[in-house]
């Protein structure tokens, strides 16, 4: 389906120094950014406020006209020379103008209908860093890719440490898992599964109705257990060390 609302739960497990699990329930959006125009529901709305909003400005910005050129073009500097026909976001919204997105999943089809993925990952000092995934790393459930962090996300974790990202789909299943690796060691380990299903208004409603706020919860999730790690007596690593273990962030949200 073109567009489609996720209710998903993840599942996230640290493992290294100290054990720490948690999980939540939350919801994403995927949003077909070649229709914008046909909005499949009247609360949401594109670069206007809206009860849901997405707004391009929110997303990787490189100088063109809007998200979907943006990330075309990030692919084409990664080394894509294949020209790009559709542009899919698994994303969340803004929700009445406010919007926090730990990550952002965006699968481009090229005109050979080969897919390649950008990893766009936030963080809360309003930094951005995309990641390009090639169609070398996909299969054809998915794709698994691994690189180096280089950027500053957890506070109680290496910037220089390697990530591996997987992505499932089986029929409107969505299963994303996404490892902080030191060498061969897990250190963290977060699970996201979920169900796609249609966008409708009244469906939106409900998925609001159980998950209100859902950007705001982000935020106050990632402090709380960010202050339970700091009791468990984690080095605690601060924006300004390092800075040179963070390379390619971008500026957020303006």
Not at 33 to 51: E, K, Q, V, W
Not at 61 to 67: I, R, S, T, V
Not at 140 to 152: I, P, Q, R, S
Not at 191 to 214: C, Q, Y
Request: glycine content about 4%.
């Amino acid at each position: 389906m073109k567009n489609s609302l996720i209710a998903f739960k993840v599942i996230h497990t640290r493992i290294k120094p100290k054990k720490y699990k948690f999980t939540h329930n939350y919801f994403w959006f995927k949003i077909d950014l070649d229709d914008t125009a046909n909005c499949p529901s009247r609360f949401i709305s594109f670069n206007r406020l809206g009860l849901y909003s997405f707004y391009d400005k929110d997303h990787l910005k490189l100088g063109e006209k809007n998200a979907r050129a943006n990330y075309i073009k990030f692919a084409q500097n990664s080394g894509l020379n294949t020209k790009i026909k559709n542009v899919t976001i698994f994303t969340q919204l803004r929700f009445a103008g406010y919007v926090f997105n730990p990550v952002s999943f965006i699968l481009l089809k090229d005109i050979e209908n080969k897919e390649h993925a950008i990893i766009e990952i936030g963080n809360t000092f309003n930094e951005l860093k995309p990641y390009f995934v090639s169609n070398k790393h996909f299969n054809e459930k998915g794709f698994v890719y691994k690189t180096k962090k280089l950027f500053y996300i957890s506070p109680f974790i290496e910037h220089d440490t390697d990530m591996e990202f997987r992505m499932v789909r089986s029929k409107d299943n969505l299963s994303i898992t996404v490892d902080d690796l030191n060498g061969n060691d897990i250190i963290l380990h977060v699970d996201f599964m979920g169900k796609e299903e249609p966008i409708t208004t009244k469906r939106l409603l409900n998925f609001t109705v159980r998950s209100p706020f859902v950007s705001l919860q982000f935020i106050f999730f990632i402090h709380l257990h960010a202050f339970f790690l700091w009791m468990k007596g984690l080095k605690y690593l601060k924006k300004d060390e390092h800075t040179e273990k963070q390379k390619g962030a971008h500026v957020w949200k303006t």
